[in-house]
């Protein structure tokens, strides 16, 4: 995933302490004084700001992300989800991740960003780029990918600023900060990219998960048709706990210290592994209990980075999951194929509905 991207799948590397138990991670994730989010020299909005700046940002970025904001999107997400899967259920076979998952996050992006559909296989080329690099781990790689993405946002900046639309995109370039001033444009990419990039290839693998996990448990697939949409999501965040796509974020120390005897200097770099912390014995049972894993659940993250878009995210994957469950039931139509770490969930997972 991109340098400067907030939703970083890096696992981990020599040199960092990566913290996998489920009370270390929250309990780091909670001491921003001590684990500080200033872990690249990029500008990262809100991921890579700490304290004051950290919270002026998210009172900035929070609003877009209320009920009232997102409500309104929803018929465009459901229309979105049906065309597509009706699209797909005519064909023989599909992959969740990439003809599901990650068209829908782009068509759904694209409207609620409004969005020129003319970007859709952009897009599409730079999800499945973006993975790859990641992937690689080559650094030449991700930087590459990283700028390729900086110029499509910037590109859709500058076509809103010449001609302005009723859009979330043109809303951003007009909005002001509490000094009164304008989001500069290395501001405007940065939000933009944590956003989009969070959407992106977050959605495309979270589809993967889900549909895996429901095709896998037609109970649970029968379940979720009648259920309200509080249940969808509490069902849906539980198939993402037990196999979190999301791998992890990183802190830096601000001064040395130690977690569960194993010490820290100041300036190491620090990975909270999400995954790990997400299936820790300790805290989970094996069982599949939504309600009762549902406080624990890191998915999204907690403390003062926790992911703001979780109601945007949740709104999507719900609309896709009924979209599916309704149009038949689900069967396999090959073996998925795992993701290779760093990237986690899965790289195909080929399905049929019927
Ligand atoms: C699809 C599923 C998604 C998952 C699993 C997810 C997960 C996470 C997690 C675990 C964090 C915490 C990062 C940390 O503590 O360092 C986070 C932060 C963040 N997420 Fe998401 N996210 C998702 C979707 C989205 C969407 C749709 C958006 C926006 C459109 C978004 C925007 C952000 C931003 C801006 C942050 C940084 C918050 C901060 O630093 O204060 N995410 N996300």
Not at 31 to 55: C, K, M, R
Not at 70 to 88: N, Q, W
Not at 161 to 174: C, G, I
Not at 259 to 282: F, H, M, S
């Amino acid at each position: 995933m991109s340098r400067n991207d907030v939703h970083s799948t890096i696992r981990e590397r020599p040199n960092r302490v990566v913290l996998r138990r489920h009370a270390d991670v929250v309990a780091a994730a909670h001491d921003p004084e001590t684990f500080s989010a200033a872990v690249s020299q990029h500008l990262q909005i809100p991921n890579g700001l700490d304290g004051a700046p950290h919270a002026a940002a998210r009172r900035f970025i929070d609003p877009f992300f209320t009920d009232h904001e997102l409500d309104g999107y929803m018929p465009g997400f459901e229309r979105i989800a049906e065309d597509l899967v009706a699209s797909l259920a005519s064909s023989d076979s599909f992959d969740a991740v990439a003809d599901l998952g990650a068209r829908f996050a782009v068509r759904a992006q694209s409207h609620w960003l409004g969005w020129t559909a003319r970007l859709e296989d952009t897009l599409l080329e730079w999800v499945a780029d973006n993975r790859a690099a990641t992937r690689s781990g080559d650094k030449t790689r991700t930087t590459e990918v990283a700028a390729r993405f900086d110029g499509i946002i910037r590109a859709l900046l500058a076509e809103r600023r010449a001609e302005p639309h009723d859009d979330l995109t043109t809303r951003l370039t007009v909005l002001t900060k509490s000094d009164g001033t304008l989001l500069t444009d290395p501001e405007l990419v940065s939000i933009l990219r944590n956003w989009t990039g969070g959407d992106l290839s977050s959605i495309a693998l979270c589809a993967g998960v889900v549909v895996a996990g429901l095709m896998a448990a037609p109970q649970l697939a029968a379940r979720v048709r009648a259920a309200s949409d509080a249940e969808v999501d509490a069902i849906v965040d539980e198939l993402l706990r037990r196999d979190d796509p999301f791998v992890s974020n990183r802190r830096r120390a601000t001064r040395d210290t130690s977690v569960g005897g194993c010490p820290i200097a100041a300036g190491q770099v620090v990975v909270l592994d999400w995954r790990e912390a997400n299936t820790d014995p300790e805290v989970f049972g094996s069982e599949f209990d939504a309600a009762a894993h549902a406080d624990d659940n890191l998915v999204y993250g907690t403390g003062p980075h926790v992911c703001p878009g979780r109601p945007l995210a949740a709104r999507e994957l719900r609309v896709l999951v009924r979209a599916v469950l309704a149009a038949g039931d689900l069967e396999p139509a090959g073996d998925p194929v795992r993701e290779e770490p760093p990237v986690a969930g899965y790289r195909t997972v080929p399905v049929r509905i019927r």
